[in-house]
């Protein structure tokens, strides 16, 4: 069983920043990809970006590209989204999620945390 906790959510204007954090504990897998994930009020879950753990390999939805950065310290299996830039439409609750490399689905997931950016 893998337990992820996100931390870093709230409330902050537009144009501010804020970071995320995801911190994995439990039977974590040797090789693993992380993802961030977004659910707006009646929408859709969506994908933010992903990093992989070995490579550091990232990927990024385009709606987030240039504003966003995902890195991942390894020695404490923990991935941050910083987040610049914040746009009202960022609003969300933003949930982390991890899976096997090689699997295209994720197998565990954080409770989520709420960020809201004013405008």
């Known amino acids: 069983q893998v337990q992820l906790v996100e931390s870093g959510g709230g409330l902050v204007q537009a144009g501010g920043s804020l970071r995320l954090s995801c911190a994995a504990s439990?039977?974590?897998?040797?090789?693993?990809?992380m993802g961030w994930f977004r659910q707006a009020p009646g929408k859709e879950r969506e994908f933010v970006s992903s990093?992989?753990?070995?490579?550091?390999?990232?990927r990024y939805a385009d709606s987030v590209k240039g504003r966003f950065t995902i890195s991942r310290d390894n020695a404490k299996n923990t991935v941050y989204l910083q987040m610049n830039s914040l746009k009202p439409e960022d609003t969300a609750v933003y949930s982390c999620?991890?899976?096997?490399?090689?699997?295209?689905?994720?197998?565990?997931w954080g409770q989520g945390t709420q960020v809201t950016v004013s405008s």
């Open positions: 439990g039977r974590t897998f040797s090789s693993y990809v």
């Open positions: 990093i992989t753990r070995s490579t550091g390999g990232t």
């Open positions: 999620a991890i899976r096997r490399i090689g699997e295209s689905s994720y197998d565990y």
